[in-house]
């Protein structure tokens, strides 16, 4: 740019004093006419860098996202392939065999359908038990009632043989037939006693249990969800719309479900665009700057974005926790560039763009903007250089 520029500048300086010679050639005018350019040029530098300030270090960054089985067993399909081939969410990666955890989950059905037998047992012995007490509760209230009426006549035999007036053998029957319900009021009563605890020990069977449901069952329900959802897990999908790089996993392999295994890598499809800037390139840049930025990956091309934000922070502002103390002045390294992260306008958010792909940016600030078409002419220039491919061989 800065060429052309002085190109543009020496042809009206030939124009104006050598063919039309409008005014004179000679030491005064030539001081001038050397002197108007270095000027120029410099405090437009300056103004670009700081109302228009651009970057030569462009990168696009993807995040990665390892998959890990969570079940062990043996591959028995991977249906994804590898390369510039985008993977949907929620398409099937791999499935390991599922016969293991079929045969789990049938074996836990099984005993669940047991386990609520046994509850529905134990409902019915609680009700039989209840019923049992009832019962003789009420023989113990028909053989207390007789047993009054036995403990009357006793008295009253009691009294004729005193006075001479009754028999002697009725007395003996009746305190034989007062013996007897007492041996029946007594076997009643025991025989609540027995009910009572049979009824105390199926409430407590039945009282063991979680949101209202028997204990045991509770338990093997859960596992029964457990195991299904394993079952589920044997078909492992992919949790985003990505690209599958570098797939190595095939069937008859043996994934081990352990956390720190990956058996294959996803790159998300899309990717977050990140320019590094000098920091005191920065002071005028603010979030929803116009943005442009070129990659080497598409020569000639503009795309289009805005300022996200302003990443201030990096690593030589961190200190991690250690018992060495900082050291201060000694090797001291240069300051660091920010990070500034674009979004990238509308028309463009359907363009491929590689991860690691680099290449140049530039923003435009709300200040001056009638020297943002002199950087937008350089990094439109910059972009048809990326044509150039300069190799000797």
């Given at each position: 740019m800065e060429a052309l520029l002085?190109?543009?500048?020496?042809?009206?300086?030939?124009?104006?004093?050598?063919?039309?010679?409008?005014?004179?050639?000679?030491?005064?005018?030539?001081?001038?006419?050397?002197?108007?350019?270095?000027?120029?040029?410099?405090?437009?530098?300056?103004?670009?860098?700081?109302?228009?300030?651009?970057?030569?270090?462009?990168?696009?960054?993807?995040?990665?996202?390892?998959?890990?089985?969570?079940?062990?067993?043996?591959?028995?399909?991977?249906?994804?392939?590898?390369?510039?081939?985008?993977?949907?969410?929620?398409?099937?990666l791999f499935k390991i065999d599922p016969e293991p955890y079929r045969l789990t989950v049938n074996q836990l059905e099984a005993q669940l359908a047991s386990a609520i037998a046994s509850q529905k047992e134990l409902m019915e012995s609680l009700k039989g038990a209840r019923g049992a007490v009832d019962q003789s509760a009420a023989r113990m209230r028909?053989?207390?009632?007789?047993?009054?009426?036995?403990?009357?006549?006793?008295?009253?035999?009691?009294?004729?043989?005193?006075?001479?007036?009754?028999?002697?053998?009725?007395?003996e029957q009746a305190e034989t037939n007062f013996k007897d319900l007492e041996g029946q009021f007594?076997?009643?009563?025991?025989?609540?006693?027995?009910?009572?605890?049979?009824?105390?020990?199926?409430?407590?069977?039945?009282?063991?249990?979680?949101?209202?449901?028997f204990a045991q069952v509770a338990q093997v329900r859960a596992q029964l969800e457990n195991a299904r959802w394993d079952l589920e897990q044997t078909v492992t999908r992919s949790p985003c719309d990505c690209f599958v790089v570098n797939l190595q996993l095939r069937a008859g392999g043996y994934v081990a479900g352990v956390p720190f295994n990956a058996v294959m890598t996803l790159v998300e499809a899309e990717g977050q665009v990140v320019a590094l800037f000098n920091q005191n390139e920065l002071h005028k840049?603010?979030?929803?700057?116009?943005?442009?930025?070129?990659?080497?990956?598409?020569?000639?091309?503009?795309?289009?974005?805005?300022?996200?934000?302003?990443?201030?922070a990096q690593g030589q502002g961190q200190l991690p926790p250690s018992g060495t103390l900082p050291m201060i002045g000694v090797l001291t390294q240069p300051p660091g560039r920010f990070a500034v992260k674009f979004d990238i306008a509308d028309r463009d958010k359907e363009l491929f763009m590689a991860a690691g792909a680099a290449g140049g940016a530039a923003i435009y600030t709300e200040h001056l903007a009638a020297i943002h078409i002199l950087r937008k002419v350089i990094l439109r220039i910059g972009a048809y250089t990326n044509y150039l491919i300069l190799k000797l061989h």
């Open positions: 002085l190109g543009i500048y020496g042809f009206f300086v030939w124009l104006i004093f050598i063919k039309l010679k409008w005014l004179p050639w000679n030491i005064k005018t030539q001081v001038t006419v050397a002197i108007i350019p270095i000027v120029g040029l410099t405090a437009m530098v300056l103004l670009l860098n700081i109302f228009a300030p651009s970057s030569a270090d462009v990168r696009v960054f993807k995040y990665t996202v390892p998959i890990v089985s969570q079940l062990r067993g043996r591959v028995i399909e991977v249906p994804v392939e590898e390369g510039n081939r985008l993977v949907k969410k929620g398409e099937v028909e053989i207390a009632a007789r047993l009054e009426l036995a403990r009357a006549r006793v008295t009253q035999n009691r009294e004729l043989v005193a006075t001479g007036a009754g028999s002697k053998f009725d007395l007594d076997a009643a009563r025991a025989s609540q006693v027995q009910a009572r605890a049979g009824e105390q020990q199926t409430v407590q069977k039945l009282g063991a249990n979680v949101n209202g449901e840049v603010a979030p929803g700057n116009e943005a442009e930025f070129t990659l080497l990956t598409y020569p000639g091309r503009i795309i289009k974005g805005k300022v996200d934000s302003v990443i201030w």
